[in-house]
């Protein structure tokens, strides 16, 4: 009788997992929050500036709030939908001038692009943080970003793809399947960035120049 076996080979290397001890949430799902903190930490904070979309209201699962409020950064925030849209702004309107919420569905050309929308805004070229989370188009948003280039970038990955598929929804709108963590990984080195950390379903790339 033949004999079948799963053998699972544990790949990870302790030193890749050290930022996960710094885990720990104010508003994000998975850690980001603490994550976020120990990664400036180490690479230095050399603006106070953050992006994030879909940010919803501000807070839910939110990976910038604890920056914008408890830290006083300024802000860039888009939300698509007119509710979200809303309530984000109202709870921003004491920082006009700092905090800029903007309602728009962020694409990849066009007026829609992320290039577009940040350029109506005072934010520099290199800032420090940008969240990218729209279930669906965020491989496609971050390769068209060009004219901007956070030292951080912090995206949402599909978890359910393996480490060794390499995924990439089609562009549609319409889809909601995303990319595997090898696609962002692939996508990150051809822009200069190294991933550092990884929660359940977001992946932190930092510009290889800073590292």
């Not at 956070?150 to 990319?179: I, T, W």
Request: with cysteine; charged share 25%; proline share 3%.
């Amino acid at each position: 009788m033949p004999t079948i076996e799963l053998r699972r080979t544990k790949r990870t290397k302790p030193e890749s997992t050290y930022l996960r001890q710094f885990a720990n949430n104010v508003t994000s799902q998975y850690g980001e929050d603490g994550i976020i903190d120990k990664i400036l930490d180490l690479i230095g904070r050399t603006d106070a500036w953050c992006v994030e979309f879909g940010a919803w209201d501000g807070k839910y699962l939110s990976n910038t709030w604890d920056l914008i409020n408890n830290k006083g950064w300024s802000a860039v925030l888009i939300e698509g939908d007119q509710a979200r849209h809303e309530s984000l702004a109202d709870l921003h309107k004491v920082r006009t001038g700092e905090v800029f919420v903007e309602h728009a569905f962020v694409g990849w050309e066009g007026d829609s692009s992320l290039d577009n929308i940040l350029a109506r805004t005072p934010i520099p070229s290199k800032f420090n943080v940008l969240s990218i989370d729209i279930d669906g188009n965020d491989w496609h948003v971050w390769s068209a970003l060009t004219n901007y280039r956070p030292r951080l970038v912090v995206v949402e990955f599909n978890p359910s793809a393996g480490n060794e598929l390499y995924f990439v929804q089609d562009a549609d709108p319409s889809l909601n399947q995303g990319a595997s963590l090898l696609a962002f990984i692939d996508l990150a080195k051809r822009k200069g960035y190294e991933l550092v950390a990884t929660t359940y379903a977001n992946a932190f790339f930092v510009l290889a120049e800073d590292l």
